[in-house]
């Protein structure tokens, strides 16, 4: 069984398509003495059952990690980037920043870019680009993104492009998570494909290529960034048969409110608790998972007398690590506590009523229910 090279889900088990005796190779033309041995091959084109990648299921071509563009000038090209940088560049206020291509080639694209005041940085793999690039004066490094935990030379950039390269990648999870580690919090990418949309529009056989192991649909390049770190703030088509996307690196989730809370709910609980203790018996309402964690984290072991619960598969137990015994509202009603602290959010208000039921007055009830515990007020008081 073959597997996605974007997710690792089942390909499916019938190709798509199969085509017979295509070109094996775009690039390193063959000669005429390598006519007698040089073959066609074919093509079966695959759709992954998980993530939706359509992908060829041979082998990549040995010179995937190299961008070898035609080197000539194209007018329409030109034009295509100058526009792209010319929005992008400002939508990410780039301007002096650090901006890496990666598979630059000799730079066709990257002198471009060179022109506007950013800093401007190039990787490519194979070497005789490598240093015709440098020849132009540009900064390149002769590196190729292969690992995650690859640290880039002149890094980290505060941006990336990539041209036409992704769908060369045969394992191109891997390719974006490694420039993404070697981009600063927040950093942008520019990304463009060939379009899968595309060749179905014009019904085009002629465009697979062993060259290219995927064929990304917006939906289907959008998956895969979003699992690789990005989120995708933009996608268009342009030039007719190629999609572009506007990245943004993701942000981790900001939990510096949940640190800061953790010490002040331990305090406040404690604090509560010590101080109900020492005037009677202290019991918590509610043996789910919040119970179970402020008895637990804080130490409330010795401190609780018992937990109630109206579930009866729970009475009987103990709680999890902090070993409290969990006991039903009759049997707590029976030996009453003299303050009870509800942990039960979204139940709140129906265990207050229960304890006004079946408690004596006067009892002490209180609740956690954000992050901060709140004293009720006895209805029998009110
Ligand atoms: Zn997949």
Request: net charge negative; proline share 12%; aromatic share 14%.
């Given at each position: 069984m073959k597997r996605c090279i974007a997710c690792g889900a089942p390909l499916s088990a019938e190709p798509l398509l199969t085509i017979e005796n295509?070109?094996?190779?775009?690039?390193?033309l063959p000669r005429p003495e390598d006519a007698a041995t040089e073959r066609g091959v074919t093509l079966r084109l695959c759709a992954c059952t998980g993530c939706g990648l359509t992908q060829l299921d041979t082998e990549p071509v040995s010179y995937y990690r190299d961008v070898i563009r035609s080197g000539g000038y194209s007018e329409t090209m030109d034009k295509l980037r100058r526009a792209q940088y010319d929005a992008w560049i400002p939508a990410f206020h780039l301007e002096g920043k650090k901006i890496l291509e990666?598979?630059?080639?000799?730079g066709e694209f990257l002198s471009i870019l060179a022109a506007y005041p950013v800093k401007a940085y190039g990787m490519e793999h194979f070497h005789e680009l490598v240093v015709k690039a440098r020849e132009k004066g540009l900064t390149v490094?002769?590196?190729?993104?292969?690992?995650?935990d690859q640290v880039f030379e002149?890094?980290?950039?505060d941006a990336f492009t990539s041209f036409?390269?992704?769908?060369?990648?045969?394992d191109p999870a891997a390719y974006l998570r490694a420039i993404a580690n070697n981009l600063t919090a927040g950093g942008a990418g520019l990304v463009t494909v060939p379009s899968f949309e595309y060749i179905l529009e014009e019904?085009?056989?002629?465009?697979?290529?062993?060259?290219?192991?995927s064929y990304f649909t917006e939906d289907s390049l959008s998956s895969l960034l979003n699992r690789c770190g990005f989120d995708v703030l933009k996608k268009e088509r342009v030039n007719r048969d190629t999609i572009s996307v506007w990245i943004k690196k993701k942000a981790r989730p900001d939990v510096s409110g949940l640190i800061e809370k953790q010490k002040s709910i331990a305090r406040d609980i404690t604090g509560l608790v010590n101080e109900a203790a020492a005037r009677g018996k202290v019991a918590i309402w509610g043996a789910s998972h919040q119970g179970f964690s402020i008895a637990a984290s804080l130490g409330l072991g010795d401190k609780i007398c018992y937990i109630i619960d109206s579930a009866p598969f729970k009475q009987g137990h103990i709680a999890p690590s902090s070993h409290i015994p969990i006991v039903s509202p009759d049997a707590a009603a029976a030996d009453p506590a003299t303050c009870i602290l509800i942990v039960a959010p979204g139940y709140t208000e129906e265990i207050a009523a229960r304890i006004c039921e079946k408690f004596p007055a006067g009892t002490e009830i209180w609740t956690l229910r954000s992050d901060v515990p709140e004293r009720l007020t006895d209805r029998r008081e009110a």
């Open positions: 295509m070109p094996a190779a775009a690039q390193h990666a598979g630059c080639g000799q490094a002769e590196e190729y993104p292969e690992r995650e002149n890094g980290p950039f036409n390269f992704l769908e060369h990648q045969p019904n085009s056989f002629y465009e697979f290529i062993p060259d290219h192991l």
